[in-house]
């Protein structure tokens, strides 16, 4: 790689050892991948919390401390695995009540917002068009890369504060022009109305394409422009079933005004076409009966001000059902806003839980499940279907007013 | 002993030698590990109840999210880790998170390859030469 004057020092423990074994770590993934060049970031987003990193990670990040090293761009901190106002009522473990709070402590001496959210892109930070950026956490690169037209690939836990530190990241993938062209040509006649309709199109898009380097672009011939949230389902499916990163819906987002131009020549793997039929299959694989259930969870992402606001005026006025547990999950920006809105007593009055700065798949749901015998869950969210299953539970994918209807009767409906 | 050896388009890493674990779908480690034992832990998942710790992971594909940048560091450390990394095509997360941990990964390896190998063979990885083989 060529590297700037800067860079060589760095490597050469000019800056201490500390910096240079990061760099050095960047330098070895950019190798990988080809890279010629280092390219300066205006921002760092990552995650990093006990269940992910365990004691390995605390270690991790004690010596960046001791090493003095800290942010050299804004830096913020994906969701995390312990809501700690509501740690008792989820039975979570002392460690990872404990490993939050010296996490905390750490990533403030490393200057990084511990704000807790994988919705910063509606809540804390947007990028701008072509900006190049450092992000962890799948679904906000989805988002930032194709919604935004910034310019991120993955980073990991350490990758992402590796940037952050050094305010760099190694240039390849969807840094650059050419890897962001579509190779994937989507027809959707499907109407896509809810945001689980989008994420089973990000389910059937993301199985059947799936593949990091492989950018689909979506063509609607009835769905109406789709908003933010349906986006952010969208993509945050595409990345969790297919490994995703970019996606371009044509139309709509900023370089696919035409497929042709979302292409550019590149060599089209696969084409084929979503139906109403498509979407419909993909609801209805778990639960195409009904049955009974015991979590209704809406997160993964966490829910935008809006999203919450929906499912406040579905619960206003009702009551979940006692074999329920309702859960929603947000940041504590939109969750002062909700409460300010009175849309949070409308969901806790109702027996729902909401919990601010975690997501509920990393609060180690496989212990929950052993503590409270849950196991039938249904969600709104295609990315939390395909997740928890690994944790023991059986996942039903359905529309968020069947998700409430749910809630309240304690019955998941057939499709 | 013979070996059969195989090109990679990207490699990096300390060379190492063991017994390989092939899982016949996309890898994650956040959806199919517990990562406090290294078991596969994915219910649907064929290799379901088997070990990855000190044998060599190798899948055509991967999947899912940021969770491997540190689960492969987690699991170095408390002993239950694989010790090298073989697919066919990958993405930056799994890079990264074995660069973090120390481990050999490589990538681009030749469809044969995964015709060739199954689990419990000797695999060699030796990333400063782009070649994997497998060795009985």
């Known amino acids: 790689m060529r590297l700037t004057a800067f860079e060589r020092e760095v490597l050469d423990g000019s800056h201490g050892d500390a910096l240079a074994g990061v760099l050095r770590e960047q330098v070895s993934v950019g190798e990988f991948f080809g890279a010629d060049r280092l390219v300066e970031i205006s921002n760092a987003h990552f995650m990093g919390d006990r269940e992910v990193f365990g004691q390995a990670g605390l270690d991790y990040l004690t010596r960046l401390v001791d090493a003095g090293l800290t942010a050299r761009v804004p830096t913020t901190r994906n969701a995390q695995s312990v809501d700690l106002e509501h740690a008792q009522l989820f039975a979570q473990s002392a460690d990872l009540i404990e490993g939050e709070q010296r996490t905390r402590v750490l990533l403030r001496d490393l200057g990084v917002s511990a704000v807790n959210t994988c919705i910063g892109y509606q809540t804390v930070y947007q990028p701008r068009f072509g900006e190049h950026v450092a992000w962890g956490d799948t679904g906000t690169v989805a988002y930032a890369n194709s919604v935004l037209g910034a310019r991120t690939n993955y980073e990991s836990g350490a990758a992402g504060l590796a940037a952050a530190l050094t305010g760099r990241t190694p240039e390849y993938g969807y840094h650059l022009d050419t890897h962001r062209r579509a190779n994937v040509r989507v027809r959707v006649s499907a109407a896509l109305t809810d945001v689980a309709e989008w994420g089973a199109l990000g389910t059937i898009v993301g199985e059947r394409c799936r593949g990091y380097w492989n950018v689909p672009a979506i063509e609607l011939a009835q769905a109406r422009g789709p908003v933010s949230d349906q986006l952010k389902h969208f993509g945050a499916s595409l990345a969790s079933f297919g490994s995703m990163a970019m996606y371009h819906v044509v139309g709509i987002t900023p370089e696919a005004p035409t497929f042709e131009a979302a292409n550019r020549g590149r060599e089209v793997l696969d084409e084929f076409e979503v139906t109403d039929a498509d979407i419909e299959a993909a609801l209805a694989r778990e639960f195409p009966g009904g049955g009974e259930v015991d979590l209704v969870v809406f997160t993964a992402p966490q829910l935008s001000f809006f999203e919450a606001k929906q499912l406040a005026d579905g619960l206003r006025g009702r009551k979940v059902a006692d074999s329920v547990r309702l859960i929603a999950t947000t940041n504590s920006m939109t969750f002062e806003a909700l409460s300010e809105h009175g849309h949070l007593a409308a969901i806790t009055d109702a027996g729902g839980v909401v919990l601010r700065g975690t997501c509920w798949y990393v609060m180690d749901p496989a212990a929950q499940r052993d503590t409270f015998g849950w196991r039938n869950l249904v969600t709104n969210s295609a990315k939390l279907v395909n997740i928890i299953r690994a944790h023991g539970y059986r996942p039903a994918l359905r529309t968020t007013a069947e998700c409430v209807e749910a809630a309240v009767t304690g019955r998941v409906s057939s499709r | ?136």
Not at chain 2, 52 to 69: E, F, H, K, P, T
């Open chain 2, 1 to 136: 002993m013979t070996s059969t050896t195989f090109a990679v388009r990207q490699a990096t890493g300390p060379t190492v030698e063991a017994e390989a674990v092939v899982s016949p779908v996309p890898f994650s480690a956040r959806y199919d590990l517990d990562r406090t034992t290294g078991v596969i832990s994915r219910g649907d998942h064929p290799l379901l109840g088997t070990s990855v710790r000190d044998r060599i992971l190798i899948a055509r594909g991967v999947q899912g999210g940021v969770a491997a940048g540190w689960a492969f560091l987690s699991m170095r450390d408390l002993g239950v880790g694989p010790c090298g990394l073989v697919f066919g095509a990958t993405n930056p997360v799994m890079v990264q998170g074995a660069v973090t941990a120390g481990l050999p990964i490589v990538a681009g390896v030749d469809d044969a390859f995964f015709d060739a190998v199954s689990t419990g063979d000797v695999v060699r990885i030796d990333p400063a030469r782009r070649e994997v083989a497998v060795v009985s």
